[in-house]
C-alpha cells in the first residue's frame, strides 16, 4: 500500500515524485483568462488547457483573500482552520483583531505535514501579510523551506525565510506595493525556485491589485494575463504537476456615473435601532484598502441584545440587494464559517452591489476606477486549471479551490 499522509481528515498521497505546484492567481475571474486567451495573448495557458483540465471551483466563505488562500493551504473551509477574514471582532473586548497571526489560525497547513515528512517546500506569495499564516510550522534553518513575500523580498532572511539576497538573486528589485510587479516577481520567482532549489511542493499567490481595478479584456488586464502566461509555461515545461486556481472572483460594483454601488448597512441600522445597537464588521478591511475602500460583498452583524435577531434581520431583509441574510447558526453550516468568529447575523450583497458600515468611515479617495469588489456568492466561482488531465475528480462532487494541493500532489506522484 502507498503511505499516505492524513492531514486535517484527508488522506493525501506520499511526497510526490515530482513536483507540486498550486498558483493562485488572486481575483481571477474565469473570463480575465477567457478574455486574453480570446486575443492569442495566452498560448501556453491554450496549449496546457487542451492537454489537461479547465475545470471550474468554488471558493471557501467568504471569498475573501485571506479566509481562501488559508484554504487552499489547508484543503479545508475556514470553519476548520478558523480564517474568515482579514480581521474580526470580540465582543468581550470590544476589539477588532488582525487576524494575520498564526495564532488564530487552528489547522496544520499542508506544507508543515509534507514538510515534516521529508519533503522540500517552497512558498512565494506577493502581500507579505500572508507570509506568517502560510509558512507557520516550517523551519528553515536546514534549507528545505523558502517561505517570503515579493513586498518584503529585500528583508528576507535565512532564519525566518530559508532564503537571503533574493532581489539579487532573482535580478529583480523590490516592487511597488500596488502594481502588477509584485505578482510578476512572484511567478518569476517560482521559475527560479524551480530552476534552483527544486521543491516537492511549491505555492505561488499572486495579488488582485490589477483586478480590482481593470475589467475581464481590458488592456492592462490582458497585459497581466500575457505576463503570467510566459511563466505558466517555463514552469509547465519543468514537468511539475500544476494547478491553477483562485481565491475569488471579482465583479463590478460601481453605479453609472462611476462611484461604487454600496449600501452603508450601519448608517441603515443605527437609523433603524439607534446608535451601538449593532456593529457591522467588514472582513474585507485590511491596511490595503486602496484597491476597495473595504467595500465588499460580505458582512457580518454584532447584536447588542440578542433578542433583535429577528427585528433587525427581518430590517435587512427589506434591503432588495441584500440577497442572503441569515443568522450566524445556518450561515455558519450552509458556507463552513467558524460560529465564534461570525457576528449573530449574516449577509452577502447582489452581484452589483456592496455592503459597507457608516459611509464617513469609508476612505474612497484610493479609488480612481470604478469599485471592483468580491466576498459574496458571486464571486466564489473559480478556474481549476490542471496541466494534465486526472481521471479522479468526480464531477458529480463540487470541486473547491482548497482541492488544489490535493490533486496537485496526487498527480505528481
Ligand atoms: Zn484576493
Redesign the pocket.
Known sequence: MTKTLTINNREYSNVPIKTSIVICL??SQKEYLDEASKLNLTPNLDKIIKKGEYLLAHSAMPS??NP?NISIVTGQPSSVHGICGNFFYTPSTDKEVMMNDPQYLRAPTIFEKYYEAGAKIALVTAKDKLRTLLGNGLKFSDKRAICFSAEKSHEANILENGIENVNDWVGMPVPEVYSQNLSEFVMATGVKIMDEFKPDIMYLSTT?YIQHKYAPGHEVANKFYTMFDKYFGLLDKTGATIIVTA??GMKPKSKKDGSPNAIFLQDYLDSLFGKDSTKVILPITDPYVVHHGSLGSFATIYLNNKNDLNAVINEIKKIKEIEVVLDKEKACSTYSLPEDRMGDIICMSSEYMTIGSSEHKHNLSGLNEPLRS?GGLHEREVPFIINKKMDQIDPTKQLYNYDAFYYAILGAN
Do not use: L
Request: aromatic share 12%; glycine share 12%.
Open positions: 488572486d481575483g475573501f483573500t481562501n488582485d481565491d475569488h468580491h
